[in-house]
């Protein structure tokens, strides 16, 4: 039976507090309450820079026990470097974060639109130095990546492939890993404000869950994050995906307005 771990992308947004974050919740609040709603988060913060053990370390404390972050490679690695070169880097990226112990998830490598399997040589040269005592998940936006030859490659290093809900790439399972990682995107900058869904995606998420069910049985743990611009207001539609998976074991109800459909 596999264990799902899911949450949005990101948890620290001002316009959640009202229709998320009860109203009054401080900053310095937002993650203790998000970790009695959901159990596990993807950090994007780590994607501008390597975080500092400190920050790392009120993360940990702040969670639950079982709680799970999942952290996206800084864009120095795959951005400008385009993995080449990186190794250096992404060892004090992982090393960075050893104050989460045990709550640390699969750590997110998103490669850039224009990154296409041209880079596969480089890719593998990436993988095969990677630290093994982490799992890895990688995200392609080119579509040139869908084809055996990088299912095959991911395999080899028992690597994930991203599941992306995102326009104009496959909404499809490429099971590489003992574990299937997905992400539910949307057009970046749909909308300018956050406080609630804009747009009923509950027939899309079913689809998701029936494309998913034959998997479950053969992996260890399904991770699952949702952004802001994937239906308007990340939160709720967790939450909706939640009690259609029939996770209920939620602590909290969002306090106010969840959608306006």
């Known amino acids: 039976m596999s264990l799902w771990f899911l949450g949005t992308i ?33 950090l994007d913060t780590t994607f501008h820079s390597i975080p500092q053990v400190k920050t790392v370390q009120t993360w940990s404390t702040t969670t639950p026990t079982e709680f799970m972050f999942c952290l996206k490679t800084p864009r120095t690695i795959t951005h400008d470097l385009g993995l080449k070169g990186a190794h250096g880097l992404m060892n004090e990226f992982i090393e960075s974060l050893l104050p989460l112990q045990r709550k640390t998830g699969p750590i997110l490598i998103q490669l850039p639109p224009s990154y296409s399997q041209e880079n596969i040589s480089v890719l ?12 890895y998940a990688i995200e392609f936006r080119h579509p040139s990546w869908y084809n ?27 099971l590489t890993a003992d574990f299937l990682y997905l992400r539910w ?5 749909m909308y300018h404000h956050h406080t609630h869904e804009r747009v009923d995606k509950t027939n899309q998420l079913r689809v998701w869950i029936h494309t998913l069910n034959p998997y479950l049985e053969q992996i260890k743990a399904v991770y699952g994050y949702f952004n802001n611009d994937y239906a308007g207001f990340a939160a709720g539609t967790c939450k909706r995906f939640m009690q259609l998976t029939g996770m209920n074991n939620i602590e909290h109800n969002m306090p106010y307005q969840e959608r306006l459909f």
């Not at 593998?124 to 799992?135: A, G, K, T």
């Not at 995107?185 to 900058?189: K, Q, R, S, T």
Request: hydrophobic letters at 35%; aromatic letters at 16%; glycine letters at 8%.
């Open 10 to 42: 990101g948890f620290s947004y001002k316009d959640w507090v009202g229709s998320f974050y009860p109203i009054g919740t401080a900053q310095r609040g937002y993650l203790s309450y998000y970790s009695k709603v959901f159990n596990s988060v993807e």
């Open 148 to 174: 055996q030859k990088t299912t095959k490659l991911l395999t080899h290093y028992r690597v994930a492939w991203v599941s992306l809900d995102y326009p104009n790439l496959p909404k499809q399972i490429n």
């Open 124 to 135: 593998d040269e990436f993988l095969e130095i990677l630290p093994l005592s982490h799992n």
């Open 185 to 189: 995107i949307g057009i970046n900058g």
